[in-house]
């Protein structure tokens, strides 16, 4: 693999391409894993022996064919081994898994009752951060990279709204509809950000913003803290919120928007997850049952 260049690529795609942090860092993940090898079949036979998923399999294969596009482009190689390539991912059938009602509001009491125990000016800080965190991933559908870096130039309380920096650096506006969680941000900010810096959730070193693996160990050990036979990760949330606003008869093309997704067809995963509600409505709500 021509990888003295790997480091050209992802330069490229960042200030080319204007890829987001979080992308790079999978990209040269990816292309660090591939260059183990000696060529793309061996790495494919890899990809689907390790991974379950067929759309990480397809990602990581997409990001080393886009290198090579790329040295191909640049002249670098004149033979793509991509145009002679050819390989069938089977659609993996796994569902988007999603958090119950039952369980949000749990996760929800179990958080204000932390926050209403803290005994110090910085647990209690923790808490309501991690409780609005909570709340926004609910109420929003925002990704967590979105949320860890969002800035408070971003957020507008009087306009209660929230201006997002999606994937692909594709911008979109997510309203805050929802009181509650309004003024939670707004005192959050009034009594814990005001003048410290460009972020809303700031990481150990108080400068740079709240690292993303550190929401996941927190929704990670929440289960056991509360005593939940269940496995809980932020990206759970957002397909809850989707399913949830689907369920409640919400048009998908509203849902898609405010997701931030570039094609319908990643939305209407959300209908298959749906079919509990549907099984439950026409079991329940069904006409002919009014008239046998």
Do not use: W
Request: hydrophobic share 35%; glycine share 4%.
């Amino acid at each position: 693999m021509e990888e003295n260049y790997i480091s050209e690529y992802l330069d490229f795609c960042e200030s080319q391409k204007r890829l987001s942090l979080e992308t790079i860092r999978a990209y040269n993940n990816d292309l660090n894993q591939f260059k183990k090898f000696d060529d793309i079949k061996e790495y494919v036979r890899y990809l689907c022996a390790k991974y379950d998923k067929s759309k990480t399999i397809r990602r990581k294969l997409a990001c080393v064919k886009s290198y090579y596009r790329y040295l191909e482009n640049e002249n670098i190689i004149h033979d793509n081994p991509f145009n002679k390539l050819y390989v069938n991912i089977k659609d993996s059938k796994e569902l988007p898994k999603i958090i119950s009602k039952n369980d949000l509001k749990k996760i929800r009491n179990h958080m204000i009752e932390e926050k209403v125990r803290a005994e110090t000016d910085y647990k209690n800080e923790k808490a309501h951060r991690n409780l609005l965190i909570l709340e926004l991933l609910i109420s929003t559908g925002i990704r967590i990279s979105e949320l860890c870096s969002l800035r408070l130039k971003q957020i507008d309380i009087e306009g209660q709204k929230i201006n997002i920096l999606g994937k692909g650096r594709k911008e979109r506006t997510i309203y805050l509809g929802n009181k509650k969680t309004l003024k939670l941000l707004e005192t959050y900010i009034k009594n814990y950000r005001k003048n410290k810096g460009e972020y809303l959730f700031i990481g150990k070193d108080g400068v740079s913003h709240l690292e993303e693996q550190s929401v996941r160990l927190m929704f990670r050990n929440l289960p056991y803290k509360m005593g939940l036979e269940v496995k809980i990760t932020p990206h759970m949330f957002r397909h809850t919120f989707a399913t949830m606003l689907l369920e409640n008869g919400v048009d998908i093309r509203y849902i898609q928007q405010i997701l931030g997704h570039s094609s319908i067809a990643v939305t209407q995963i959300y209908t298959h997850v749906s079919m509990d509600k549907q099984r439950e409505i026409l079991t329940n709500l069904n006409p002919i049952n009014q008239i046998q």
